[in-house]
């Protein structure tokens, strides 16, 4: 049989596990309380453990949940004599109504959903399986089902079919409750089913017209997880160095101890996007992806401004970024005499930038260019981009063009590379929205492998 101090030190720990802070006072306090108040009636015991151990109101919820399923298998009382010595969790997924245990399981869910990406599934899953005990279930069942044949109260035979029957159970609970936080979560939008992860991961040339308006569909719910994704690390990021300073005048009034550590806090500068977007007609799933995932995260820049070119340079930034951008750039295009469907040229495109926006690259600037970097054999314009590469901070190239096309017909990649900080194969809505967290956290990585692109700086 457990002791109250037992059985309150699991409650405390599981409390623990799912965020809400319980320390050695708060079990202290419960435990006194308790002698107090006696342990026969359920909703004093609730009532005693949440005073003693909530302190927040959104942790109200969580604490109602646990305490029904930690407490599930238990009458009050007796509160100590769940099943032998078994966890209260285990005396339920055994003998209790399995559809109460999962609608409990569902709530707690609800009450606690993890911010960040799908690969926080596994760890999230975890938790739910070691708060309701059904991460150590089968242990706790085969020395349970032990120590009664010790006892001579069961037999070898009924051993072995209550483990079987017992084994079962609790697999057909863990198949259930894998799906079933599985579906949460998508509703929640902390990650993304299968389907849309296949859709996402598809490059854009292979997909329907009808799976390309479910993308454009998907692209707010993506922003919603980078924006998750980038406050989460940000969090981190700004934390700097030890403040000694701050840290010696806070420990005066503990004799001269730090007892807390104090950081200096990053100022974090933002910087300036420009973007270079090739319109040709091979570019324009690539550019209207791209703009609808940077929009989610503009505020991250102190200004974003963007340009498209052809075989001349025009800014468009003004265009509205969550909307597909080749409605509005088609008639913008004829108003202003751009021609959207000429050559592409990018050495007269890249000199059409430099006469009429040159101001907008200083030192802060970072450079994005969306093209193929197919010039139809016309001069690529090296040197402009050598005296853009001596202004700016960054210049960073997307290409949805597998990197052996790199070198092949046209294509001046073989040029552009030489001063590039990152080149990036961007041939899916993942490949985009992966860059630009990256950018965002500061992390201009190329993805295209260290002896390939030293092949090409060759």
């Given at each position: 049989?457990?002791?109250?101090?037992?059985?309150?030190?699991?409650?405390?720990?599981?409390?623990?596990?799912?965020?809400?802070?319980?320390?050695?006072?708060?079990?202290?306090?419960?435990?006194?309380?308790?002698?107090?108040?006696?342990?026969?009636?359920?909703?004093?015991?609730?009532?005693?453990?949440?005073?003693?151990?909530?302190?927040?109101?959104?942790?109200?919820?969580?604490?109602?949940?646990?305490?029904?399923?930690?407490?599930?298998?238990?009458?009050?009382?007796?509160?100590?004599?769940?099943?032998?010595?078994?966890?209260?969790a285990l005396a339920f997924i055994l003998f209790g109504d399995e559809r109460?245990?999962?609608?409990?399981?569902?709530?707690?869910?609800?009450?606690?959903?993890?911010?960040?990406?799908?690969?926080?599934?596994?760890?999230?899953?975890?938790?739910?399986?070691?708060?309701?005990?059904?991460?150590?279930?089968?242990?706790?069942?085969?020395?349970?089902?032990?120590?009664?044949?010790?006892?001579?109260?069961?037999?070898?035979?009924?051993?072995?079919?209550?483990?079987?029957?017992?084994?079962?159970?609790?697999?057909?609970?863990?198949?259930?409750?894998?799906?079933?936080?599985?579906?949460?979560?998508?509703?929640?939008?902390?990650?993304?089913?299968?389907?849309?992860?296949?859709?996402?991961?598809?490059?854009?040339?292979?997909?329907?017209?009808?799976?390309?308006?479910?993308?454009?569909?998907?692209?707010?719910?993506?922003?919603?997880?980078?924006?998750?994704?980038?406050?989460?690390?940000?969090?981190?990021?700004?934390?700097?160095?030890?403040?000694?300073?701050?840290?010696?005048?806070?420990?005066?009034?503990?004799?001269?101890?730090?007892?807390?550590?104090?950081?200096?806090?990053?100022?974090?500068?933002?910087?300036?996007?420009?973007?270079?977007?090739?319109?040709?007609?091979?570019?324009?799933?690539?550019?209207?992806?791209?703009?609808?995932?940077?929009?989610?995260?503009?505020?991250?820049?102190?200004?974003?401004?963007?340009?498209?070119?052809?075989?001349?340079?025009?800014?468009?930034?003004?265009?509205?970024?969550?909307?597909?951008?080749?409605?509005?750039?088609?008639?913008?295009?004829?108003?202003?005499?751009?021609?959207?469907?000429?050559?592409?040229?990018?050495?007269?495109?890249?000199?059409?930038?430099?006469?009429?926006?040159?101001?907008?690259?200083?030192?802060?600037?970072?450079?994005?260019?969306?093209?193929?970097?197919?010039?139809?054999?016309?001069?690529?314009?090296?040197?402009?981009?050598?005296?853009?590469?001596?202004?700016?901070?960054?210049?960073?190239?997307?290409?949805?063009?597998?990197?052996?096309?790199?070198?092949?017909?046209?294509?001046?990649?073989?040029?552009?590379?030489?001063?590039?900080?990152?080149?990036?194969?961007?041939?899916?809505?993942?490949?985009?929205?992966?860059?630009?967290?990256?950018?965002?956290?500061?992390?201009?990585?190329?993805?295209?492998?260290?002896?390939?692109?030293?092949?090409?700086?060759?």
């Amino acid at each position: 049989m457990k002791s109250l101090l037992q059985v309150v030190l699991e409650f405390a720990h599981m409390l623990r596990q799912w965020g809400i802070a319980v320390g050695p006072e708060q079990v202290e306090d419960a435990l006194h309380a308790l002698t107090v108040t006696g342990i026969h009636q359920r909703e004093i015991v609730r009532n005693v453990l949440k005073m003693t151990m909530v302190a927040k109101r959104w942790e109200e919820e969580v604490f109602d949940m646990l305490f029904e399923l930690h407490f599930m298998g238990m009458e009050f009382p007796p509160l100590l004599r769940a099943t032998g010595d078994t966890s209260p969790a285990l005396a339920f997924i055994l003998f209790g109504d399995e559809r109460k245990f999962l609608e409990i399981l569902e709530q707690l869910v609800n009450a606690e959903t993890p911010q960040g990406d799908q690969r926080m599934f596994g760890a999230f899953l975890w938790r739910v399986l070691t708060a309701s005990g059904l991460a150590s279930a089968r242990d706790e069942l085969r020395a349970f089902l032990n120590r009664l044949l010790e006892e001579g109260s069961i037999s070898r035979e009924e051993f072995e079919k209550l483990l079987e029957e017992g084994n079962t159970r609790i697999s057909k609970l863990r198949e259930k409750l894998r799906p079933l936080i599985e579906k949460m979560l998508v509703e929640k939008g902390v990650m993304r089913d299968r389907r849309v992860n296949s859709l996402v991961e598809r490059e854009f040339y292979s997909l329907s017209d009808e799976e390309l308006n479910e993308l454009r569909l998907l692209c707010r719910h993506l922003g919603r997880q980078l924006r998750t994704v980038l406050s989460a690390a940000r969090k981190h990021s700004r934390k700097g160095d030890l403040d000694v300073r701050r840290m010696l005048r806070e420990s005066e009034g503990t004799d001269g101890v730090p007892f807390k550590l104090i950081y200096r806090q990053r100022r974090i500068k933002k910087p300036r996007l420009v973007i270079l977007a090739d319109v040709s007609s091979s570019m324009r799933h690539s550019l209207e992806f791209f703009l609808r995932i940077l929009h989610a995260v503009r505020e991250e820049f102190s200004s974003v401004r963007l340009f498209i070119f052809v075989n001349s340079c025009m800014e468009v930034s003004w265009i509205p970024w969550d909307r597909n951008p080749l409605d509005t750039l088609g008639h913008l295009a004829e108003k202003e005499g751009f021609d959207l469907y000429a050559y592409t040229n990018y050495g007269a495109s890249l000199q059409s930038f430099m006469e009429n926006y040159a101001s907008a690259l200083t030192r802060r600037t970072s450079v994005i260019f969306i093209g193929d970097g197919r010039s139809n054999y016309a001069d690529p314009g090296e040197e402009v981009m050598k005296r853009m590469r001596e202004i700016v901070r960054h210049i960073y190239w997307l290409n949805p063009e597998p990197v052996y096309g790199w070198v092949t017909g046209d294509s001046e990649m073989k040029t552009f590379i030489k001063y590039v900080d990152g080149a990036y194969v961007v041939r899916s809505l993942q490949d985009m929205w992966n860059f630009v967290r990256d950018l965002v956290l500061g992390r201009g990585q190329t993805n295209v492998t260290f002896p390939e692109a030293l092949a090409l700086k060759g």
